[in-house]
């Protein structure tokens, strides 16, 4: 393979290599021009939502990406391909077809080496977008540390992901059936820096507040890009992650919530879940025991994730070119 180098923009590194990245022509066009492109994960189409409010939600968060100034790439991997950027009918395909894998870092190599298809996590939604020299990424939540963890050993590749890709990770926090202390531990021991969106407190995805301190406050995307730049002038890898908490009029009712998350947990021990089927299985039975209530607030702290992102990635690609130009 020869040497390809890291200044050269995506598609030109992608035909070099043997790298089978494939950008749509939108994504291509805006990151030759450095414009502003937002990475959206698909795991959250095919395995976050219920069917057909994961294709709505897929629909409407890159509508709110375009509304704010920047272009969406929905990330899969599509016949061994790993692909930034869908066209309606590949997004619809990934919300309808419920044979999708979940694609988690260890899957990535299989799906590449048989040309197979896979929904991406935060993972390795992630690692495309990097490769794609995208610097943001909009989700609804990270994955982390699981209750319990100290036994089953269950951490989500999402941290070690984190660690080690360099950019800006827009998420409502992480849901409160994880062990957050623990979560935002592995997050400092990784290296990432966690930063609150007009807030001192780590959000607790349906809820606006978990009471654990972030690293920073930023009061403006403009603040959060000039970080990920700080970041990555310090040469340090590693994700910069912008927590957003939910709307105030979408928060779910505290009490209510736990009592769902103790049965859900309830059920995922009865049940002997494991590995990679935990989250897939606690989204639902979270879903299923508040009833519309958290898909609806699900719906509404995606779309506020994907308007800042996109106005940060605005921000990101303004700063970058008035750097270049100095
Ligand atoms: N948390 C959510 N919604 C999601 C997920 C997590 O509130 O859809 C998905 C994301 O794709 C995340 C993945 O990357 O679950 C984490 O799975 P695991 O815990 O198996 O690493
Ligand atoms: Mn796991």
Redesign the pocket.
């Known amino acids: 393979m020869p040497v390809v180098p890291a200044t050269m923009n995506a598609a030109d590194r992608a035909r070099l290599s043997s790298l089978p990245l494939v950008l749509s022509d939108e994504v291509a066009e805006a990151l030759a021009a450095g414009g502003p492109v937002v990475a959206l994960?698909s795991?959250?189409i095919s395995?976050?939502f219920p069917y057909p409010q994961n294709l709505h939600m897929a629909q409407e968060v890159e509508r709110v990406v375009r509304d704010n100034g920047a272009v969406p790439a929905t990330v899969a991997i599509l016949d061994g391909k790993l692909c930034a950027g869908l066209s309606p009918d590949q997004v619809e395909w990934l919300a309808t077809n419920p044979k999708v894998p979940k694609a988690?870092v260890r899957d990535l190599p299989i799906l590449v080496g048989k040309g197979q298809s896979g929904a991406t996590?935060?993972?390795t939604t992630s690692i495309v977008a990097a490769l794609a020299g995208i610097g943001v990424f909009v989700?609804?939540?990270?994955?982390g540390v699981h209750r319990g963890a100290a036994t089953t050993f269950d951490i989500?590749?999402?941290l070690t992901v984190l660690g080690r890709e360099s950019l800006l990770v827009v998420a409502a926090g992480?849901?409160s059936v994880l062990d957050l202390p623990a979560t935002l531990e592995v997050l400092e021991t990784l290296g990432v820096t966690v930063l609150g969106y007009r807030t001192d407190h780590f959000p607790a995805?349906y809820l606006r507040s978990s009471g654990l301190p972030v690293d920073a406050r930023v009061e403006s995307p403009a603040e959060a890009a000039k970080v990920l730049l700080g970041r990555r002038d310090l040469g340090l890898p590693g994700a910069v992650l912008l927590t957003n908490p939910i709307p105030p009029e979408e928060e779910l009712d505290p009490v209510r919530l736990e009592e769902a998350i103790q049965s859900a947990l309830r059920d995922l021990t009865q049940n002997d879940v494991t590995g990679?089927d935990?989250?897939p299985f606690l989204?639902k039975r979270l879903h299923e025991v508040t009833e519309v209530g958290s898909i609806k607030a699900n719906l509404a702290l995606v779309n506020n994730n994907a308007a800042l992102g996109a106005r940060t990635a605005v921000e990101l690609a303004q700063l970058t070119k008035e750097r270049a130009g100095r």
Do not use: M, N, P, Y
């Not at 989700?139 to 994955?143: E, L, V, Y």
């Open positions: 994960e795991t959250i395995h976050g988690s996590t935060v993972a989700t609804g939540g990270i994955g989500s590749a999402d992480a849901k995805f990679r935990v989250t989204l």
